[in-house]
């Protein structure tokens, strides 16, 4: 059977309005509104689970790379480690959440790049001081990415000590390139689930390339 554009047309039309009218009559979704969009959510999936708030904003701020160990460990060594944070302290304490990556371990080891030669091996193994971990919660960086190229310089055993400190300390994590360690890191805040994951290009299967 041929139809023709004209018929085609009409067919498209009362197709539309048979599918807008049930959508008005029998709706499946709920739609929100969060930072000025339009957000379409699951009628079910709101009821199963836990209920969404978007009543208070959420604020995650996101850092780059920590590092405390060459020229930093000498400063903060003199100054205290809160010296580093004295520029960024407000901004910080501002936030519900600071993420950042932890670029290194934390271990009770001494430091090998604190005074090595630019550009050398040593310049490039790094570890940070045992206080490290309490000095981050106190500056409210609550969650740290732990998989980089640098987590592994002190090998299995500077991952098992960054992760005891951290946790001591109160500070999540999420990467850890540790066999059988979760690598996503799942937060709720103010009522709202956020999920992080990390990648690295530098490594693959846990060692550096």
Avoid: C
């Amino acid at each position: 059977m041929r139809f023709s554009p004209r018929t085609f047309l009409f067919l498209g039309v009362i197709g539309g309005l048979i599918v807008l009218a049930g959508f008005l009559l029998f709706p499946p979704h709920e739609i929100l509104r969060l930072d000025g969009r339009d957000l379409l959510w699951n009628k079910t999936d709101l009821q199963t689970s836990h209920e969404v708030s978007l009543q208070s904003p959420v604020t995650i701020l996101f850092g780059g790379d920590m590092q405390f160990d060459r020229y930093i460990r000498s400063v903060t060594g003199k100054r205290g480690g809160a010296f580093v944070f004295d520029g960024l302290r407000g901004e910080f304490q501002k936030a519900n959440l600071v993420v950042a990556n932890l670029e290194g371990p934390i271990t009770d080891k001494p430091s090998v790049s604190e005074t090595s030669v630019e550009g050398s091996h040593d310049n490039y193994v790094f570890t940070f001081p045992s206080e490290t971990a309490a000095l981050l919660k106190a500056e409210n960086v609550g969650l740290v990415n732990i998989g980089n190229n640098h987590i592994l310089n002190f090998k299995e055993d500077g991952v098992r000590q960054t992760k005891e400190y951290l946790e001591a300390a109160g500070v999540g994590y999420f990467g850890s390139p540790l066999s059988g360690d979760e690598r996503i890191a799942f937060l709720e805040i103010e009522g709202v689930r956020f999920g992080f994951v990390n990648y690295n290009e530098f490594v693959w299967m846990g060692y550096e390339k």
